[in-house]
T-cell receptor
Framework: SQQGEEDPQALSIQEGENATMNCSYK?????LQWYRQNSGRGLVHLIL?????REKHSGRLRVTLDTSKKSSSLLITASRAADTASYFC???????????FGKGTRLSVIA | DAGVIQSPRHEVTEMGQEVTLRCKPI?????LFWYRQTMMRGLELLIY????????DSGMPEDRFSAKMPNASFSTLKIQPSEPRDSAVYFC??????????????FGSGTRLTVV
């Protein structure tokens, strides 16, 4: 069953613009993670944010977490064509369970 | 480390045939996960192992599915008999912790299964 739900399902932007993807979830979490999946490939871990953290940065990535709203956002700044991929949020419940993934956002960055 | 290695990359089989998917996790990772990805249902956890022991197989859809981990460096997912609705991409992932607290899960490239 899905825990996280990403929004939008698909996003198309021009190179250089910022891309924002949102994730909502249902239960109390231990941590939330974002993954990227290029077409025909496996998922790659991007960033992890713990339930007691509100914001985290990694290079051009910025993740926020609002546990009161049970939501997270992933911001990719100055996007590049190589950022074209599907992005998934995944959560670990507060009971420390395996990752449960959302259905993802398909990002297209047009050069 | 070469990462999580899955084989085969693609498998096309006829309905009713037995299918075996293979996975080699990253050395030193105590947890191994099998996920299935479809357009309709997204990524679903099928089963996971801790130190080669199956912990939770509640995601295995039917008795036709079985998984084993005979040692720390090898796992198999078997479907017998296969059906067209089993067509999906099957991913193996490994991690040093259940929640992926250190570096998340490391995924293999997947096996794309087509049952005709």
């Amino acid at each position: 069953s899905q825990q996280g739900e990403e929004d939008p399902q698909a996003l198309s932007i021009q190179e250089g613009e910022n891309a924002t993807m949102n994730c909502s979830y249902k239960t109390s979490i231990n941590n939330l993670q974002w993954y990227r999946q290029n077409s025909g490939r496996g998922l790659v871990h991007l960033i992890l944010i713990r339930s007691n953290e509100r914001e985290k940065h990694s290079g051009r990535l910025r993740v926020t977490l609002d546990t009161s709203k049970k939501s997270s956002s992933l911001l990719i700044t100055a996007s590049r064509a190589a950022d074209t991929a599907s992005y998934f949020c995944a959560t670990v419940d507060s009971g420390n369970t395996p990752l449960v993934f959302g259905k993802g956002t398909r990002l297209s960055v047009i050069a | 480390d070469a990462g999580v290695i899955q084989s085969p990359r693609h498998e096309v089989t006829e309905m009713g045939q037995e299918v075996t998917l293979r996975c080699k996790p990253i050395s030193g990772h105590d947890y191994l996960f099998w996920y299935r990805q479809t357009m309709m249902r997204g990524l679903e956890l099928l089963i996971y192992f801790n130190n080669n022991v199956p912990i939770d197989d509640s995601g295995m859809p039917e008795d036709r599915f079985s998984a084993k981990m005979p040692n720390a460096s090898f796992s198999t997912l078997k479907i017998q008999p296969s059906e067209p609705r089993d067509s999906a991409v099957y991913f193996c992932a490994s991690s040093s912790t259940l929640g992926g607290m250190s570096y998340g899960y490391t995924f293999g490239s997947g096996t794309r299964l087509t049952v005709v």
